[in-house]
């Protein structure tokens, strides 16, 4: 799930790496959630454990719980993802389907 806000330039740069090759390959196992933090503000703040920034990038199960342990790394901030690098969301989404939440 993308957490976002069309009004961030940080958001509108990060969706750029869902269309490297190697994330629309492993999209066709997954489902992409897209959730405008403004326009949906209930969900967003739904899944803000570290706080309603955005972009969020987040792996949820199925029934929709969070997988707290599949995250960015960072102290803070845990599910911000670097904008420009597919590499840790590529790391993200294999990690996801490794552990079949």
């Keep these: 799930m993308l957490v976002h806000a069309t009004w961030c330039p940080t958001c509108r740069a990060f969706r750029s790496v869902f269309f490297e090759r190697r994330v629309e390959l492993l999209s066709q196992k997954l489902i992409f959630v897209l959730v405008d933090r403004d326009?949906?503000?209930?969900?967003s703040q739904a899944y803000a454990p570290d706080g309603d920034y955005v972009p969020r990038s987040m792996i949820l199960s199925p029934e929709g719980v969070?997988?707290?342990?599949?995250?960015?790394?960072?102290?803070d901030y845990r599910y911000f993802l670097p904008v420009g690098n597919p590499g840790p969301?590529?790391?993200?989404?294999?990690q996801s389907l490794?552990?079949?939440i």
């Design 39 to 43: 326009q949906e503000p209930e969900i």
């Design 66 to 75: 969070l997988q707290g342990a599949l995250n960015s790394g960072r102290g």
């Design 89 to 94: 969301l590529i790391g993200l989404l294999q």
């Design 98 to 100: 490794e552990i079949r």
